[in-house]
């Protein structure tokens, strides 16, 4: 039976842990009070969580640092978002703390970053970071602009912080034997833990369902067969959580697999307020 409630209240996220070393476009910060919840409702404590589409990973964090899990199997797609959490959960992530903290931000050295081709794993993440910081709204699909005010009129200097990202990187690393990354089709990967009931599954794919055109511009990779994904997630043994744009096609494809539905607030990155989709098998944990 589909349920619809009213939205939630609208988290604070600098009341949150900020644990990524991304601003990721449609990160979800915001709804860790939510993923706590979620996790916390399961009847037995899960041994693994499986995020598919991980992108800046904050639910995988989340779950591995306040130990609601043993551990988080991670897959992206991207190449760029791919080559950071390689080279993070392994022993590069060293030399790319010493990049990062090394590094002086200026029109010109950005300019001739950006424009390198990076020789390794290790120098395209160096790249991936810096991208995510001094273009607009972190968006690391080909297009977006490097910014030319910033905050504060400061420029790019406004959102380089070096010192922070070095501490969310070491913070990481330090747990990085409790993390597997996978860069992969997140679709494909979660038939791998379909029969796996000690796993649980947070499923946030771009939102290019019902018309939705934001992954195209937010993300390289952005098409997913949006009736697969929840003939899949209906198939898997553990729990699961999904979450969507607010969609009309989103909706019907819930309905006919039986699963509840849950509005919640958030706010944009404009800060203002905007509907998005939980859905599951059974979200009586919303508060």
Known sequence: MVQ?????????????PQRSPFRYPGG?????????????????????????????????????????????????????????????LSDGWSWLTERILNFVITQE???????????DTRERAFQTILKNRVVRAGILAPGANVLRYGEGGKGLASR????????????????????????????????RWSNDAGA???????????????????????????????????????DFLITYDDALEVRRMARRRNLEIRRIAMH???????IELLIGRNLAWVG
């Open 4 to 16: 619809l409630a009213l939205p939630v209240r609208i988290v604070n996220v600098a009341s949150v």
């Open 268 to 274: 944009s990155s404009h800060h203002a307020a905007m």
């Open 200 to 238: 649980v599954f947070f499923i946030d794919p771009p939102y290019s369902a019902g018309g939705k055109r934001a992954g195209v511009r937010l993300y390289t990779h952005s098409e997913v067969n949006h009736r697969e994904l929840f003939r899949t997630a209906t198939r898997l043994v553990g």
């Open 109 to 119: 050295t950005v300019q001739r970053e950006l424009t390198h081709i990076p020789q």
């Open 160 to 191: 380089w912080y070096p010192d922070t990202l070095v501490r969310r990187i070491r913070d990481i690393a330090r747990l990085r034997e409790r993390f597997t990354f996978i860069h992969g089709d997140g679709l494909a990967e979660l038939q």
């Open 28 to 88: 979800k910060t915001w709804l860790v009070p939510e993923i706590r919840d979620w996790l916390g409702s399961q009847g037995r404590r899960p041994r693994l969580l499986v995020e598919p589409f991980a992108g800046g990973g904050i639910v995988s964090l989340t779950a591995v640092f306040e130990n609601f899990v043993d551990r988080a199997v991670m897959i992206e797609l991207d190449e760029q978002v791919a080559s950071v959490w390689l080279t993070i």
